[in-house]
């Protein structure tokens, strides 16, 4: 009996190991934190070496790509700023005001942990409100310095 208590202890275990390790930026999958639900889809979300691959690729078409958070910027980004600040948000509308709708465009903040990020989800409503429909998401589950600057990814230079 203590047995099999044990074994179905142990599945159960794995099983939680197996769920967490789910990616914590793309629907329809859980969010860890609770309550946040995201507004694109798994196939919106780019992952940092493929970003950093069209970096690095001189003959490779860039997406206009947004820092819309509170962080340094990767290389070739336009720095908006915390799109949590109204300031910020005119800033971003004003960044893709005259752009054709079809227009590359790749978001990120990287200020803090996805789940609990300000900048984000605001960010990405806006820009399908506007009309864009091509948006990407990057994806940072923990910060930029995590998930882009340690891993020897592009960033701007210091000005």
Same mark, same amino acid.
């Given at each position: 009996? &203590? ?11 794995? @099983?939680?190991?197996?769920? &967490?390790?789910?990616?914590? &930026? ?6 860890? =934190?609770? +309550?946040?639900?995201? *507004?694109? =889809?798994?196939? &919106? ?6 970003? !950093? !691959? ?22 070739? !980004?336009?720095?908006? +700023?915390?799109? @949590?600040? !109204?300031?910020n948000r005119q800033k971003l509308n004003n960044a893709i005001r005259d752009l054709p709708k079809n227009t590359p465009v790749v978001i990120y903040c990287g200020c803090c942990p996805f789940g609990k990020c300000p900048n984000i989800r605001p960010a990405f409503t806006a820009l399908q409100k506007q +009309? ?8 940072? *589950? ?9 891993? +020897? ?7």
């Amino acid at each position: 009996m &203590q047995k099999l208590v044990k074994t179905f202890v142990l599945i159960g275990l794995v @099983s939680t190991f197996i769920c &967490q390790r789910v990616k914590a &930026q793309t629907s329809p999958a859980p969010m860890p =934190t609770l +309550g946040v639900s995201n *507004p694109w =889809t798994e196939k &919106q979300v780019m992952e940092p070496a493929a970003l !950093a !691959a069209m970096i690095d690729d001189a003959k490779a078409e860039k997406p206009l790509l947004l820092n819309i958070g509170a962080v340094g910027d990767i290389k070739g !980004a336009k720095h908006i +700023g915390a799109v @949590s600040k !109204a300031e910020n948000r005119q800033k971003l509308n004003n960044a893709i005001r005259d752009l054709p709708k079809n227009t590359p465009v790749v978001i990120y903040c990287g200020c803090c942990p996805f789940g609990k990020c300000p900048n984000i989800r605001p960010a990405f409503t806006a820009l399908q409100k506007q +009309g864009f429909a091509n948006i990407k998401v990057l994806d940072l *589950p923990v910060n930029l310095k995590t998930d882009w600057s340690s891993k +020897g990814y592009p960033l701007a230079a210091e000005k």
